[in-house]
């Protein structure tokens, strides 16, 4: 993974020589729409992921790395978008951003979490190893999920809505809950999928009684 450092010199050495976007570094990573996201505040949720990255092209899966025992974020995400060139804008522009006083590092990633139950892959385990995420060290076992609709509206109330109107902070709140409620159905129908195959594979399980 590139520093911040090496990110901002190879984007002003491209400046400079005229490099066309065809020949960027960024044109190694056109096979992923995943960016890694470092150096977050511990308060964030997926949420706020998503209303601060969504400025540069629409979020459809986020992965925030948390603690398997205390589910407390671990300061780093994965992020993909819908459009990969989204990636090449928030690599560019929000690596090195403030927020809530720690630092971004913001790179593209090659992540591969919650395909074919896999939850972490080669990049989150080289993330580890080069100590970018520097904080508690270990991956997290939290799945990657889609981002909701509710979410993406959310993010864009938040951006794109008059900061003079002062409607809103309670649309904002109104939006939040829908937001929350939203969550609360998506956990309820995964936790109903996951008793029904259970069930299903209990019942395979059971052994017809002998023939006397």
Do not use: C
């Not at 060290?137 to 981002?147: K, T």
Request: hydrophobic share 30%.
């Amino acid at each position: 993974m590139n520093s911040i450092r090496q990110i901002q010199q190879l984007n002003k050495r491209e400046i400079e020589n005229g490099v066309a976007p065809s020949a960027s570094w960024h044109a190694d990573y056109r096979d992923t729409a995943y960016i890694y996201i470092g150096g977050l505040p511990f308060t964030l949720t997926e949420g706020d992921i998503i209303a601060i990255f969504s400025q540069y092209g629409e979020p459809v899966a986020v992965h925030l790395i948390r603690d398997k025992d205390t589910g407390k974020s671990k300061g780093f995400a994965f992020l993909k978008y819908e459009d990969q060139r989204s990636t090449e804008l928030a690599v560019d522009n929000l690596g090195g951003a403030t927020v809530l006083g720690r630092v971004l590092r913001v790179d593209h990633a090659r992540y591969k979490g919650g395909e074919d139950g896999q939850k972490e892959d080669e990049a989150a385990k080289g993330a580890l190893k080069e100590g970018v995420h520097g904080d508690e060290g270990g991956v997290g076992s939290d799945e990657e999920r889609e981002v909701l609709p509710e979410e993406i509206e959310l993010a864009k109330l938040i951006r794109e809505h008059d900061e003079e109107d002062p409607m809103k902070e309670y649309l904002v709140q109104e939006k939040r809950e829908e937001v929350r409620l939203a969550l609360e159905r998506r956990d309820k129908n995964g936790a109903g999928k996951m008793e029904k195959k259970h069930a299903h594979r209990h019942h395979h399980r059971r052994r017809k009684p002998a023939k006397s």
